[in-house]
């Protein structure tokens, strides 16, 4: 599941602060259900190096776990991966399609 409304600093990890209101209401909702365990997938388009975009998007995710670190979720319950440009949702020959390529996705690992 794509989680909407967390973005990035254009080529950074660095959270953007409208990013913290979707960080928010995961860690709210992994609060409420204490068996949920996510991995959080960083994903770019394919502008730059194959090596530039995957750590990247490994970085991103990471930016995401330390966010809900310090919004008090367990680090044993958040995994993190980054598949650089190698999983596009739609083409990246326009703005508008590297735009939705860079993204962030929330995987339920367990839990209900």
């Known amino acids: 599941m794509q989680l909407k409304g967390v973005s990035f600093e254009p080529g950074s990890s660095r959270l953007t602060k409208g990013s913290q209101r979707a960080i928010g209401r995961v860690a709210a909702l992994m609060k409420k259900k204490t068996s949920l365990t996510v991995e959080i997938s960083g994903h770019t388009d394919n502008q730059g190096s194959k090596a530039a975009n995957q750590e990247l998007s490994e970085n991103r995710a990471k930016a995401v776990k330390e966010a809900l670190i310090n ?3 367990s ?12 999983q596009p949702i739609t083409g990246n020959d326009t703005a508008e399609g590297r735009e939705q390529n860079r993204r962030i996705e929330l995987k339920l690992i367990r839990g209900n």
């Not at 680090?75 to 190698?86: P, Q």
């Open 71 to 73: 919004l008090g979720i």
């Open 75 to 86: 680090f044993r319950r958040i995994s993190t991966n980054g598949y650089g440009d190698t």
